[in-house]
């Protein structure tokens, strides 16, 4: 039997799907004990108890029923297990979202955000299959955290109507006009709702700070929902705000889709694509450290855009690999897709059993939750870094931060990944560097001989070391004007360039112009394979004799 397991993982390790097969499938390979399925179970139920509480906040958050919450949350662990390329991640919906779904939600209703939904998880599946997992990482740091500041900003600031009980009306979504409306407002203070929200917040943080590996989370509002019914306070519920929640699951339906619907939903379908899989990524990263393990980056994209439309047809929220309960699963000795699978299995057991009974918890209680949320959100050892690294990388951050805050999150997702192409550009074209080679360089000692001093006279050569493309093509624009006289010939030595772009050749041959207007004969001495065959693509000889490229420099001095 382990000869057969052992041959079948070779097999799936080097077959052509191996990136696409998800951690499941070949866990199944790699030797499973019945301990272990236990220990994932328990790992997976206890995970039931924040995994709840929290759910049911994120929804009302953005601002759908509680309920959806719960659904979303179900599908997310159970499909996002089956498919993930990492075996230790938990799908859940997380509080990066929350911003983007209220926006949707409040301008284009569940319609708006079931279209948001399926576009957003076709953007997933498309990255996944065209393998552009590696790529999601040039979305650089500093806008992620940027982002995320932003994020957490606006979603504790979105919370404040709740915590404080303010009777505001519906209107604002930024968060300048979310601060004017509670300061407008600020009469309206329900100090019974301010009451409570203070309680939870208390005791989350005291057990954050003695108890971490307990819930505090369902302490907390366990403690507050018995003192508010005990004592009757005048104070907002889930029932009251939002009806009876339903304790069963719906069946799977289409979301209303048109064209005008599409266009309208498709920027922040984009930004939930794009946050899901960085965040996912992410995640899988922090796990492969965590437990030395290598996760399967088109794989997991493929699995989060499955799970999100999986979510769409039951009109649910974005979800993505959570780190929160990733790592908790970790700690609580879960070590296999398994933990989420008995994690959505133990929601449903939930929703279907005490969903109705959550109907009397306070919905400033609900409102702390995800001001906690928001602040777990803000990591301040990345902050830290961030603002005493480089004054670039901390001006990035802030502006991403910015944009986020004081604008919208449309708008900080282009701009994000506007500068993250920006500062790969500007690392790159710092990385491309071009210098005259003295004839003392024996690098190029081909045929074992020294140079004369008037071979030294008439010919010159210039190396290119770094990538050569559209962003450092003018290298070339007035290197004829460094030299006093002008040489017979100049090679130009291209051994350490890795790649050229359209742009580059099109320099390049303007160059070739520029030489033989100036009377000096262009040589072109070690390209490496890829750069010539790009050469070829932009028929570049046919403008240059192929007898001036040369294998070695020290040809052209023949």
Known sequence: MVSFLYKWRRKIAHSPLAPFI??????FFEGFSKRQLISDALAGLNLCAVGFPLALALAIGAGVDPEIGLYTAIVAAVVNSLLSGSRFV????????????????????TAGLGCMMVQAALILLLLGVLRCGKFVRFISFPVIVGFTIGIAITLFVSQLRGFFGLSIPDGALDV???LHNVWKYIGTINWYDGSIGLMAMCVIVLFQIYLPRFPGVVVALALVTSVSYLCSFPVATIESSFGPIAHTIPLPKLPVFSLSLIQQT?????????LAAVESLLCTVTLDNLMGTKHRSDCELIAQGVT????????????????????????????SPWVGIFHGIGLLGLTCLFAPLTRRIPVSALSTVL???????????????LWHGQIGETIVMLTTAFVTVFIDLKTAIQVGVFISIILFLKKSSESTRGQLVPATDHSWAY?????????????????IEGPFFFAVSDLLVNLLSYFHPLPKKLILRLRHVPFVDSTAVNALKQFVNTCEDRGVELFLAELNPQVRESLDQFDFFSHFPENHVLIAVDQGFL
């Open 22 to 27: 998800p951690q499941f499938v070949s866990s």
């Open 90 to 109: 938990v799908g859940a919906p997380t509080g990066s979202f929350i911003i983007m779904v209220f926006s949707v939600v409040q301008r284009y209703g």
């Open 176 to 178: 300048v006009g979310r």
């Open 266 to 274: 498709f920027p922040y379908a984009l930004g939930v694509a794009i």
């Open 308 to 335: 999100n439309l999986g979510i769409s047809f039951f009109g649910g929220i974005p979800a993505t690999a959570s780190l929160v309960r990733s790592t908790a699963a970790i700690q609580l000795k879960g070590a």
């Open 371 to 385: 001001m906690v949320v928001a602040a777990r959100m803000l990591q301040r050892n990345h902050i830290k870094m």
């Open 447 to 463: 045929h074992h001989r020294s140079i004369t001093v008037a071979e030294e006279r008439s010919t010159k050569v210039y190396e």
